[in-house]
């Protein structure tokens, strides 16, 4: 599932526009306004990077379950799924960041950077009336 979601996130990227359609259609399952599915699909670099970290963690938590494992394996099994999780809530706050305040715009695809975020467009329609 990684890979598949690397590919799709890096053709989105890219500006291909199957991939730009067939997330914009996947995107209007997500409850809210037209701001945060645009924020979804901005910060899907976000949940690229927390699901390449659950995956780290879950294979860790796997191949730790095995008896008689030696105490350097277990050590190298400990540090990559603490260092999952870390990537797991990482991308969470990306993908938290990307949504409410579209930064850091690095991690933004260029046709995208000029988007306000959620918060600041709600900011903007406040100031508005509407």
Sequence with gaps: MSIVLTWLIAMFWRGNQRIVHILQEASEAFSGD???RA???RGSI????SVWGLTIASLTGALGNHQGVSSEYEL???IAGVGGGGLLLAGLLIEWMIINFNLPKFMVPKR???QPGCREAARWRK????
């Design 46 to 49: 976000g949940i690229c990077i």
């Design 112 to 114: 995208m950077r000029s």
């Design 34 to 36: 037209d701001d945060k």
């Design 39 to 41: 924020g979804i699909l």
């Design 76 to 78: 190298a099994l400990v």
């Design 127 to 130: 100031g508005r009336g509407d």
